[in-house]
C-alpha cells in the first residue's frame, strides 16, 4: 500500500509555482520523499527526492515540514508541458520497489 | 538520465494469442527490471521484479503462467501475455535498475 496521501487534483496558472503537497505521517527514519511525474501515455520520469534538507535541481523543490510527516513539491514557474500525474512516493533511498499512489492530476492552465 | 526502451509502442492482438513485449536498457546494464500495468485513470500497479539470471518475483494476484517474463541479459527483459484476453489491454510499463531506476516509454496492448 502506498504511505502517502496526496489530493487527486490541483489547477495552476501558467508561470505561476505550482505547489503540490504531500503527506507521509508514518514515513520512517532511513526512508526518502521521491516525486516523480507521467505525462499522458508515458514512462514515469523522475523529478527530485530528498531526505530531510530541502532539495532543489532544474526541474523543481522539494521543501520538507521538519517532523518529515509531510513535504510540497514546487515547480517555480508552471508551463502547459508541466500538466501530468504527479506522484509522492517514500522508499528507502533508490530501494527496488516502487509502489505508486494514486497522486496528483496537476492541470496548468493558459 | 540513462535510456530505457520498450518494443512496441502499441500492439493490438485478437483475443487467445500470445503477445512479447521488449525492455531494453540501452546504455547501462541493469540488475534488475520491474513490470507495471496501468488500466485507464488509474495509477502504475507492480506486476513482478526480475533479476538476470533468476526466476522473476511475483506481485500477489500476478498469475505467472500469464505472465512470462524473461531477463536473459543485464540489458533485456520481456513480458509475454499468453493467451490474451480483453481484459488484459492495458498500459504495460518497465523500469530497469543500476543503482537508480528509469523508466521506460510503455506499450499499449489492444486485445480484440
Known amino acids: 500500500d502506498a504511505k502517502t496521501t496526496q489530493p487527486p487534483s490541483m489547477d495552476c496558472a501558467e508561470g505561476r509555482a505550482a505547489n503540490l503537497p504531500c503527506n507521509h505521517s508514518?514515513?520512517?527514519?532511513?526512508?526518502?520523499v521521491y516525486w516523480y511525474r507521467q505525462i499522458h501515455s508515458q514512462g514515469p520520469q523522475y523529478i527530485i527526492h530528498g531526505l530531510k534538507n530541502n532539495e532543489t535541481n532544474e526541474m523543481a523543490s522539494l521543501i520538507i515540514t521538519e517532523d518529515r510527516k509531510s513535504s510540497t513539491l514546487i515547480l517555480p514557474h508552471a508551463t502547459l508541458r508541466d500538466t501530468a500525474v504527479y506522484y509522492c512516493i517514500v522508499r528507502v533511498e533508490w530501494d527496488d520497489k516502487i509502489i505508486f499512489g494514486k497522486g496528483t492530476r496537476l492541470h496548468i492552465l493558459p | 538520465g540513462a535510456v530505457v526502451s520498450q518494443h512496441p509502442s502499441r500492439v493490438i492482438c485478437k483475443s487467445g494469442t500470445s503477445v512479447k513485449i521488449e525492455c531494453r536498457s540501452l546504455?547501462?546494464?541493469?540488475?534488475?527490471m520491474f513490470w507495471y500495468r496501468q488500466f485507464p485513470k488509474k495509477s502504475l500497479m507492480l506486476m513482478a521484479t526480475s533479476n538476470e539470471g533468476s526466476k522473476a518475483t511475483y506481485e500477489q494476484g500476478v498469475e505467472k503462467d500469464k505472465f512470462l517474463i524473461n531477463h536473459a541479459s543485464l540489458t533485456l527483459s520481456t513480458l509475454t501475455v499468453t493467451s490474451a484476453h480483453p481484459e488484459d489491454s492495458s498500459f504495460y510499463i518497465c523500469?530497469?535498475?543500476?543503482?537508480?531506476?528509469?523508466f521506460g516509454p510503455g506499450t499499449r496492448l489492444t486485445v480484440l
Open positions: 508514518t514515513i520512517s527514519g532511513n526512508e526518502y
Open positions: 546504455d547501462f546494464q541493469a540488475t534488475t
Open positions: 523500469s530497469a535498475k543500476n543503482n537508480e531506476q528509469f
